[in-house]
Structure formats: C-alpha cells, structure tokens
C-alpha cells in the first residue's frame, strides 16, 4: 500500500460522502477553506444539472487533527448530502431499464438484482466529493514544496483550445483565467464556442463530453520507481485517473501520438544548465516534454502532463434504445437527474486526483512522521543529487 492512501464511502442521496486518508504528516496545517474552494469548483461549470442548486459542498473535518493542525493519525473528512432521499421509496423508486454506458445493468447482473438503483446510487460521480476533499488536502503538502498541480478544459465536443502550458508559462494568469472561465479554459476565444455546443447538445437532449489537461510543475525527479510495475508513477497516475466516473482514456504527455512517430521525434534529448541547478528539476532540461515528466515510472524533474478522455454523461433527457430488466422487453432508458455536460467538474476531480497520487508517491520517497522529518529527507535529497559526480557511480550517496 503506497504512504499515502484514501478510502471513500456514500451513495449519491445518501446522508453523507466520508473520505478517510492516512499517511498524513503530522504537523501539516490543515487548510479548510482551501478544500472547500476545491468543493465549490467542483460544483460549477456550464452544463451541470439541478442537483448542484441544492448541494453546497463543505467538509467537516471528524478525526486526525488537533487545533487544525495533522496529529499523524487517519483524518476524517464529511461532506453531507442535502440531497438525501435514499430511503424514500417514492423520491428513489426502484430502476428497471438500465442506460446505456453506465453501471446500470452490469451493476445489476453482478449483484443479482433486477432493480438498478443500488448500483446507480454507488456508482455516482458524487463519490468524488470525496476523493477531490482527499486532493486537495494532499495538494497542501505538495503546496508547502513549491508544487503546483493545473487541470483545464482541452476541448469539449469538437470545439478544442491551442492553449499551450510550459514551464514557462505564466501559471497565474492561466489559473486566473481558467477560474473565471464557465468551462475552465483559459482561452476567451473557445469558451463561447464550447457553451454553444453544450447549448446545442441540450437542445437535442443529448449530451457532450470532452478533453482535459493537467500539469504538475515543480516536481522533483525520482518519484515512483522502476523497480516494481506497481510502483510506476504514470501506471498510478493512469490509474486514478481513469477510475473517475466517465473517463475512457488516459494519456502521459505525447501519449497516442507517440506511436505515429520515430523515436528521433519523441524522446526528449537531455541537457544540463549548471545555472538551474537550484531547481527541483537540478540543473538537467529539455527542449521538448513528449515524455510528460515520466520516464522508466519515474518522474524526470520536468512537468508532468497528464491527459484524460472523458465520454458523454450516460443519462440522455431523451433515453436510448434498452430493456425493462423485468419483463426483458424492448423500452427506453429511464431519465434520472443528470448534467449535459460534466467535462470542466470533472477537471477539478482530475487535478486533485493526480495532486494525490504525486503526493502520495512524494511521501514514499521523502517518508517521515512529520512535516519537518520529509522537509529534512527532501533537502538531503536534493543536496546529494547536486553532488553526483563521476566518482560517486556506484549509486552510493
């Protein structure tokens, strides 16, 4: 199990979602209002449906801290549900005919039922109230080490940004403008087109998914490892994010286009500026990033870039072609409450996902109880890489 690990639990209209995560540093000041704002950016974006009128995301913090501050033990996070009908067998009746692309019916054929609301109510996004509360406290340890992690909107439907993110890009003003973007894209030119194709998709009672970006900057190298598959920083990575409601594909920089080219126009050639040496990324640099900041499982000290396909919400205002699980006859896909489109929510879930598993990979290398412990192993880090040399080949630092 990685240092780092978080477990959620809660139904969409159930009471509560729980996140419980352990492996916190003690000593970590807890940022409430950091998480919270993480919370509410999850909950907005243009597309979203009726059910976020009525939840207002806050945590309640129920364990692991002492006058706000990391103890070291599991901590606790609550995120309550307005929205809680569960046991209303009016407001949640049961759920015969299975929608197309979501859990419905595979849900209902592993648990032996004909009645999907079960299935419905565990595999909703809502879970990832939690798993966003759980990143953005992680975040907060990356955050003290001058780590920053930036998802934005690629493209949704057909409608895509040339927005490029590099390391010298001015971070600021991309967050800024993401932030005040109804669809968290940085480009003024885009967002209009991508709510016209949200507008039209709901005018057609469809729905729309679309692309997203995420950059961890500032990253030292040697996160992850080469040595256990199950240690590689981008299969974690791949990992988390593909398990997020929606997502179909996941890619690590280049990704897909890599395989349409030769190696002379994907690897990333190597060079060393002594003057950057101070940086996490220890002098070394490339011209280009296709590797996305990981080579071998490992990060490199470059940006890690990761990119996240996510399909159409499954639930149509005007059904699709299914079954009633019944009676085995041909109908229409049930309507339950649903968004158009969920692409920029989803990029908050995407950015906080990835923020916990660089934290948690963090934590593995730079171990310790406390935040002065990992800051301590993280700078004798640091000043051994800056001393490699010829004469210290033997990997003994």
């Known amino acids: 199990m990685p240092r780092l690990f978080c477990q959620t639990a809660g139904e969409s ?65 609550r995120i309550a549900n307005r929205d809680n009908r569960i046991d209303d067998p009016e407001q949640t009746p049961p759920l015969h005919r299975p929608r197309p692309g979501h859990a419905d019916l595979a849900g209902s054929l592993k648990w032996l039922t004909n009645d999907c609301r079960s299935t419905l109510e565990r595999a909703s996004a809502r879970e990832t109230a939690g798993r966003v509360a759980a990143g953005a406290l ?43 973007s109804k669809v968290a894209c940085p480009d003024a030119a885009a967002e209009p087109k991508m709510i016209e194709a949200i507008r039209q998709a709901k005018r057609d009672r469809d729905t729309l998914g679309g692309l997203l970006e995420c950059h961890v900057f500032n ?86 870039v990761v990119r996240a396909a996510m399909k159409p919400i499954s ?35 995407v950015e906080n996902v990835v923020a916990f598993e660089v934290a948690s990979a963090f934590l593995d290398k730079f171990a310790g109880d406390t935040m002065t412990e990992v800051r301590t192993n993280y700078q004798a880090y640091l000043d051994a890489a800056r001393r490699l040399d010829q004469s210290s080949n033997d990997g003994d630092i």
């Open 13 to 77: 209209h159930g009471p509560a979602v729980l996140a419980v995560v352990t492996g916190i540093p003690a000593g970590l000041r807890v940022n409430t209002d950091s998480i919270n704002a993480e919370l509410a950016r999850r909950q907005q974006g243009y597309g979203r449906g009726a059910r976020q009128a009525i939840e207002k995301d806050t945590i309640q913090v129920l364990a692991g801290t002492r006058q706000g501050i990391a103890i070291g033990s599991p901590i606790a996070l």
């Open 219 to 304: 990253c030292p190298p040697g996160l992850g490892s080469c040595a256990n598959w199950y240690e590689k920083l981008d299969a974690r990575l791949a990992g988390a994010v593909m398990s997020i409601q929606a997502m179909k594909s996941v890619e690590i920089g280049l990704g897909l286009a890599a395989a349409r080219k030769p190696g002379s126009k994907v690897h990333d050639p190597i060079a060393f500026d002594p003057k950057q040496a101070f940086l996490p990324s220890l002098g070394f640099k490339r011209k280009t990033n296709n590797a996305g900041g990981i080579e071998g499982g490992m990060s490199n000290g470059q940006p890690i």
């Open 138 to 180: 992680a975040r907060q340890i990356l955050e003290s080490f001058g780590i920053t992690c930036f998802c934005f909107v690629r493209s949704i439907g057909s409608v895509s940004t040339r927005t490029r993110v590099t390391h010298t890009a001015d971070l600021g003003t991309l967050i800024a403008d993401r932030n005040n």
């Open 315 to 349: 639930t149509l205002l005007r059904g699709l072609p299914s079954i009633d699980l019944i009676t085995h006859e041909a109908a229409t896909s049930q309507y339950e409450r649903s968004d158009v489109c969920a692409v920029p929510a989803a990029g908050v879930v």
